[in-house]
């Protein structure tokens, strides 16, 4: 939750290939206070089966940028085990792994403001943007 001197982070992931919620993505949430300073590593948490993230840290007083480090290739590693173990021996529709294994998002922020920022992801591609 924001307060008049802090900012607030929130965001869930949406895999867009299958049109569901991304569950059991790692996330990692950092802050520093200023353009030049170095990042703090706040802590993490992951997505839930609706693929949120409801459990991220507070932002520390002062805090001027946020990176969000989403680790995306477990998941997408996951998801083919799944698919291969219900097809068993039908042929794979692509390469293992993840074009992107990680994804990484940084964003200034206001004290006052909370700041909600889905990742819409697939597995060679994704987007974001400030939700509500």
């Excluded at 949120?52 to 680790?71: I, M, N, S, W, Y």
Aim: glycine share 8%; charged share 20%; with cysteine.
């Amino acid at each position: 939750m924001s307060t008049s001197t802090t900012a607030s982070v929130s965001t869930h992931i949406l895999d867009t290939s299958i049109g569901r919620p991304a569950e059991a993505v790692a996330v990692q949430l950092s802050a520093r206070s200023g353009r030049d300073a170095e990042w703090r590593e706040l802590g993490g948490s992951a997505t839930d089966a609706d693929g949120r993230c409801k459990d991220l840290p507070a932002l520390p007083e002062g805090t001027t940028h946020v990176r969000l480090d989403f680790a995306v290739e477990a998941y997408f590693l996951q998801f083919e085990k799944k698919q291969a173990d219900a097809q068993q021996d039908a042929p794979a529709n692509r390469d293992s792994g993840a074009f992107f294994p990680e994804v990484a998002i940084t964003f200034a922020v206001k004290p006052g403001e909370h700041y909600h920022v889905p990742l819409l992801l697939n597995p060679f591609g994704y987007s974001v943007y400030r939700g509500s």
